[in-house]
């Protein structure tokens, strides 16, 4: 897989136009579906969006289809269930377009110059995209993977059974992405899900600190120097505080 | 337009650990000093404040107080077969920037060497002979000793650490029986900490064993101190977010 990945990968290099060169922006040499990708307002713009039968949240970076399968795809990674809340419910959506529309986005701590190559595992990310790039290309090749393997179903379309399946496939990098890397693609996607989930609620996921609650964590406390005596051994069980909460 | 400023005795280039120490020391010469830092001015309050200093998106999975990559990196490869490339975002280990450096993001724990790190070669040649030295290896001594050293040591622990509330061995055969250089001196010393119940465990453990455990040295406060320089230090409230992370 890793040279199949090579290849790809420095196919997007080509499309992007940044082969041996400066990453440039996603431009006028792009592949047809990054075309179709950018031909959408990018940002900001203002959707109300429903899901549950709830009024829903605003998205500034996502498009509406895209806020569709961003929504799908984490409900898929970490769904409601007898353990906890599932990350939908707590935000995690909205706390992944909020990165990626702020300085994440732009991968504002991220080296994105060159020289570029294929990489090893253990060099890491390795492609010229910012987070915000991937995430856009990379639904695009995932709704167009899924529309020519899944019976011209775009992901957020497909049974809950069916988005498991195809996500266990971009995991294991068996799905055929056409521009970018499905594992990369999918490893910023499950870290950036993790996140938002137990992240502190001001960044828009774990809503009324929910997920705390379910892994018993008393969050942004952290000043145990007067209780660590008398809870030795025993469950600290108090209700959990955000920053905003303690400021 | 490049600006010509006035010039100045010595230029340090770096505020972290070595620069900030040396700036300290050579404050005291009347020579006028110049520090160089290519990252933020940062100071106790606000910018280490609670709750806000408990936010692990921000420190533990985006580094805010470690180097930006996106200005200054490096690359690297595993062996010398591969092609080195660049980091392109920090992982496996965190250069600090910024005023303070690895300092504001030292987790209290610095172990002193021992007088066989020091002199490794001489210590080897003493014990083992020189057959043991394959001929290809650069043994070397690095030109000081631990006991030219301890003073130092000790001021710098006092000084920045202050209080090392556990003891380290200096001596090899002293290691575990607390009879130690560089134990802090009984008017500095704080109580142990001994909040860890896995410290504690493992000290019933080894006991029973027949070995000599001792806590680690650590300059998380267990009571207030003020160094010689008049910096204040707060007690550690056990927050857990030493390593970024308190759910890790």
């Given at each position: 897989?890793?040279?199949?990945?090579?290849?790809?990968r420095?196919?997007?290099?080509?499309?992007?136009?940044?082969?041996?060169?400066?990453?440039?922006?996603?431009?006028?040499?792009?592949?047809?579906?990054?075309?179709e990708?950018?031909?959408?307002?990018?940002a900001?713009?203002?959707?109300?969006?429903?899901?549950?039968?709830?009024?829903?949240?605003?998205?500034?970076?996502?498009?509406?289809l895209?806020?569709?399968?961003?929504?799908?795809?984490?409900?898929?990674?970490?769904?409601?269930?007898?353990?906890?809340?599932?990350?939908?419910?707590?935000?995690?959506?909205?706390?992944?377009?909020?990165?990626?529309?702020?300085?994440?986005?732009?991968?504002?701590?991220?080296?994105?110059?060159?020289?570029?190559?294929?990489?090893?595992?253990?060099?890491?990310?390795?492609l010229?995209?910012?987070?915000?790039?991937?995430?856009?290309?990379?639904?695009?090749?995932?709704?167009?993977?899924?529309?020519?393997?899944?019976?011209?179903?775009?992901?957020?379309?497909?049974?809950?059974?069916?988005?498991?399946?195809?996500?266990?496939?971009?995991?294991?990098?068996?799905?055929?992405f056409?521009?970018?890397?499905?594992?990369?693609?999918?490893?910023?996607?499950l870290?950036?899900?993790?996140?938002?989930?137990?992240?502190?609620?001001?960044?828009?996921?774990?809503?009324?600190?929910?997920?705390?609650?379910?892994?018993?964590?008393?969050?942004?406390?952290?000043?145990?120097?007067?209780?660590?005596?008398?809870?030795?051994?025993?469950?600290?069980?108090?209700?959990?505080?955000?920053?905003?909460?303690?400021? | 337009?490049?600006?010509?400023?006035?010039?100045?005795?010595?230029?340090?280039?770096?505020?972290?650990?070595?620069?900030?120490?040396?700036?300290?020391?050579?404050?005291d010469?009347?020579?006028?000093?110049?520090?160089?830092?290519?990252?933020?001015?940062?100071?106790?309050?606000?910018?280490?404040?609670?709750?806000?200093?408990?936010?692990?998106?921000?420190?533990?999975?985006?580094?805010?107080?470690?180097?930006?990559?996106?200005?200054?990196?490096?690359?690297?490869?595993?062996?010398?077969?591969?092609?080195?490339?660049?980091?392109?975002?920090?992982?496996?280990?965190?250069?600090?920037?910024?005023?303070?450096?690895?300092?504001?993001?030292?987790?209290?724990?610095?172990?002193?060497?021992?007088?066989?790190?020091?002199?490794?070669?001489?210590?080897?040649?003493?014990?083992?002979?020189?057959?043991?030295?394959?001929?290809?290896?650069?043994?070397?001594?690095?030109?000081?000793?631990?006991?030219?050293?301890?003073?130092?040591?000790?001021?710098?622990?006092?000084?920045?650490?202050?209080?090392?509330?556990?003891?380290?061995?200096?001596?090899?055969?002293?290691?575990?029986?607390?009879?130690?250089?560089?134990?802090?001196?009984?008017?500095?010393?704080?109580?142990?900490?001994?909040?860890?119940?896995?410290?504690?465990?493992?000290?019933?453990?080894?006991?029973?064993?027949?070995?000599?455990?001792?806590?680690?040295?650590?300059?998380?406060?267990?009571?207030?101190?003020?160094?010689?320089?008049?910096?204040a230090?707060?007690t550690?409230?056990?927050?857990?977010?030493?390593?970024?992370?308190?759910?890790?």
């Open positions: 897989m890793a040279d199949d990945e090579g290849v790809r420095r196919d997007v290099l080509k499309g992007l136009g940044v082969t041996g060169a400066v990453a440039g922006l996603v431009a006028t040499t792009a592949p047809p579906a990054v075309q990708a950018k031909a959408q307002p990018a900001p713009h203002v959707h109300a969006v429903t899901r549950d039968g709830q009024a829903a949240d605003t998205f500034r970076f996502f498009t509406p895209e806020a569709a399968v961003v929504v799908a795809l984490v409900d898929t990674l970490i769904p409601k269930d007898d353990v906890g809340p599932g990350g939908v419910e707590v935000g995690v959506p909205i706390f992944i377009d909020r990165e990626l529309a702020g300085a994440y986005g732009r991968g504002a701590r991220m080296y994105l110059d060159g020289p570029f190559g294929q990489g090893t595992p253990q060099q890491g990310y390795q010229p995209l910012p987070p915000a790039d991937l995430y856009r290309i990379g639904i695009a090749d995932l709704n167009a993977w899924c529309v020519k393997t899944r019976g011209g179903k775009a992901f957020d379309q497909l049974s809950p059974a069916d988005r498991t399946a195809a996500l266990k496939a971009v995991e294991a990098g068996q799905a055929e056409a521009q970018v890397p499905a594992r990369s693609f999918f490893s910023v996607l870290q950036n899900t993790m996140e938002g989930y137990f992240a502190d609620p001001m960044y828009g996921g774990n809503r009324n600190n929910a997920v705390w609650k379910m892994i018993g964590f008393p969050g942004a406390i952290g000043m145990y120097g007067d209780v660590i005596e008398k809870y030795r051994n025993k469950r600290y069980d108090v209700e959990p505080k955000s920053i905003q909460d303690l400021s | 337009m490049a600006t010509k400023l006035k010039s100045a005795d010595i230029v340090i280039v770096g505020l972290g650990w070595t620069g900030g120490i040396l700036a300290k020391e050579l404050a010469t009347g020579l006028s000093i110049v520090v160089l830092e290519r990252g933020a001015p940062r100071d106790t309050n606000p910018d280490f404040m609670y709750p806000i200093i408990h936010d692990e998106l921000r420190y533990a999975q985006r580094h805010q107080l470690m180097q930006d990559v996106s200005r200054e990196t490096l690359t690297f490869r595993n062996n010398a077969n591969e092609t080195a490339l660049p980091m392109r975002q920090l992982g496996s280990f965190l250069p600090g920037e910024g005023v303070g450096g690895a300092g504001v993001h030292w987790n209290g724990v610095t172990w002193r060497w021992l007088p066989w790190d020091h002199e490794p070669l001489k210590l080897t040649l003493a014990s083992y002979g020189r057959s043991v030295i394959p001929p290809d290896m650069q043994l070397q001594d690095w030109g000081v000793s631990y006991d030219e050293l301890e003073h130092y040591y000790e001021q710098v622990r006092i000084s920045l650490w202050g209080l090392g509330q556990g003891r380290q061995s200096a001596r090899a055969e002293d290691r575990g029986r607390q009879r130690v250089r560089g134990t802090a001196p009984a008017r500095i010393s704080q109580p142990a900490d001994d909040s860890d119940p896995r410290g504690a465990l493992f000290e019933k453990a080894a006991k029973s064993l027949g070995y000599h455990p001792f806590p680690g040295p650590s300059a998380n406060m267990s009571q207030p101190y003020v160094n010689p320089d008049g910096v230090f707060g550690c409230h056990y927050c857990g977010y030493c390593e970024g992370s308190a759910v890790r």
